[in-house]
């Protein structure tokens, strides 16, 4: 079974790196996603998309080797949008709200129907606390510094804190792994700014997103070691 889900996951992979590619051109400037149709591409930024969402795919199928079908499917779409973000942030320092809000909108009734179909109505509660506690924290953070926490990272850091929550057991276990999604995102985010100002000489703005993306992922797939069930 494990064995299966780690085939299909990669093999799935390779149609979400597309797709991915398609975002990542299209999304920020609004143009139609499949008109005209975009070829598969194996080069330059299009290889390295295929291949960390290959990689973020089989970390997932084995995190969640024995999870339902539909809770596995949430977090692989967690992480194919969290790798299209990234890519975008890095290019134009923007997270798109044509592709943040519709994530949104697509896991809050996933998480909820997964939870009652599992019979564990309590998750749906754990999620919430979770996206709730992130985007309250980096409101905050933005409102403080607006310069240096955009309002996009804000935005983000619901749907990152409803699926990290989600991996609770307790209110308490699931807002101890969203800190852990955090504090392994603002560290990561930190000392790559003090390395590229030292090589710099000079401050320079950084996209967030993808290191507090690499704060959720990581938070995800190890949280049974994080935090005590």
């Known amino acids: 079974m494990?064995?299966?889900?780690?085939?299909?996951?990669?093999?799935?992979?390779?149609?979400?790196?597309?797709?991915?590619?398609?975002?990542?051109d299209r999304v920020p400037e609004r143009l139609p996603l499949f008109r005209p149709l975009a070829p598969l591409r194996l080069r330059g930024r299009y290889l390295i998309v295929h291949l960390l969402?290959?990689?973020l795919w089989v970390l997932a199928a084995l995190r969640f080797d024995h999870a339902p079908v539909l809770e596995l499917a949430g977090y692989l779409l967690l992480f194919g949008a969290?790798?299209?973000?990234?890519?975008?942030?890095i290019e134009l320092f923007r997270l798109p709200d044509l592709l943040v809000l519709p994530l949104l909108a697509v896991s809050i009734p996933l998480v909820a129907v997964v939870s009652v179909v599992q019979d564990e109505p309590l998750r749906i509660r754990y999620a919430l606390a979770g996206g709730a506690l992130y985007f309250g924290f980096l409101l905050v953070?933005?409102?403080?510094?607006?310069?240096?926490?955009?309002?996009?990272?804000v935005k983000l850091a619901a749907v990152m804190g409803l699926y990290v929550g989600w991996l609770g057991s307790s209110y308490a276990t699931a807002l101890a792994l969203v800190l852990w999604a955090m504090l392994i995102g603002f560290v990561a985010?930190?000392?790559?700014g003090i390395?590229?100002?030292?090589?710099?000489?000079?401050?320079?703005?950084?996209?967030?997103?993808?290191?507090?993306?690499?704060?959720?992922?990581?938070?995800?797939l190890l949280s049974s070691g994080l935090v005590a069930a």
Not at 141 to 153: C, E, K, L, S, W
């Open 2 to 24: 494990i064995a299966l889900r780690l085939i299909v996951c990669a093999l799935l992979a390779v149609p979400a790196g597309w797709f991915a590619g398609v975002l990542i």
């Open 53 to 55: 969402m290959i990689g």
């Open 82 to 89: 969290l790798l299209a973000l990234s890519v975008i942030d």
């Open 141 to 153: 953070a933005h409102v403080i510094y607006p310069r240096g926490m955009g309002f996009g990272d």
């Open 189 to 192: 985010g930190s000392i790559i």
């Open 195 to 220: 390395i590229l100002m030292a090589a710099r000489r000079r401050s320079a703005p950084i996209p967030f997103g993808p290191f507090l993306a690499l704060g959720t992922v990581a938070a995800v």
